[in-house]
């Protein structure tokens, strides 16, 4: 027999990183492998392999945290933004972008506004998050981007940042100022004026 003549039916495509902008097709693919040559084919049955392939859709949900201060001052208004995207290669199902750990109080506006949604392969929910740091303390900041769809890195699901609060120096009003420095004045003057017990022996 001569030379073997290999025909593949369908080759999904695969980007290596994945590009999210190249979606992968889901379901079942055949592929085929013929064999022939010039020469007659006893066994002509034989020629032809086929096998089927199922391919099972994969959402990459991916959680980031953009533009939270790590030391926000205490009574200061914070505006920042957390992101859940898909990198695919598949749609998500009933998608979902959760943000917990906000001190009491915050608003979190996403968009699109209706959850869970079908979210395309690149395509994101983007949360606006608003809060006015407590007086002080230490507080945790978690976006979690899940789906149904099974999702083949689990791993960066979630974005966490850490917020360590500073508090302001308190300001001491003018007038406990003044007083104290009169105070202090009052005690200079009574030692100056009152003689030394040693000079009157």
Avoid: E
């Amino acid at each position: 027999m001569g030379d073997l003549v290999n025909r593949v039916d369908f080759n999904p495509r695969v980007a290596s990183p994945l590009r999210c902008d190249l979606p992968l097709a889901s379901g079942t693919i055949s592929i085929s492998t013929q064999a022939g040559s010039a020469t007659q084919d006893s066994n002509p049955v034989n020629y032809v392999d086929t096998k089927q392939i199922t391919v099972s859709p994969q959402a990459d949900m991916q959680a980031t945290l953009a533009d939270f201060p790590a030391t926000p001052a205490a009574g200061a208004t914070v505006n920042v933004t957390a992101t859940c995207t898909n990198a695919g290669p598949s749609a998500a199902v009933d998608a979902t972008c959760v943000i917990a750990g906000l001190p009491p109080g915050a608003t979190t506006t996403c968009t699109p506004n209706t959850l869970p949604i079908a979210l395309a392969v690149c395509a994101s929910i983007v949360c606006a998050v608003s809060y006015v740091t407590p007086q002080n303390g230490t507080f945790t900041i978690t976006a979690t981007a899940s789906s149904t769809t099974p999702d083949p890195i689990a791993s960066n699901n979630i974005a966490r940042t850490v917020i360590t609060l500073v508090s302001p120096v308190p300001l001491v009003p003018w007038w406990v100022l003044f007083g104290m420095l009169a105070l202090m004045g009052a005690v200079t003057v009574r030692r100056v004026a009152t003689p030394d017990s040693h000079a009157r022996r």
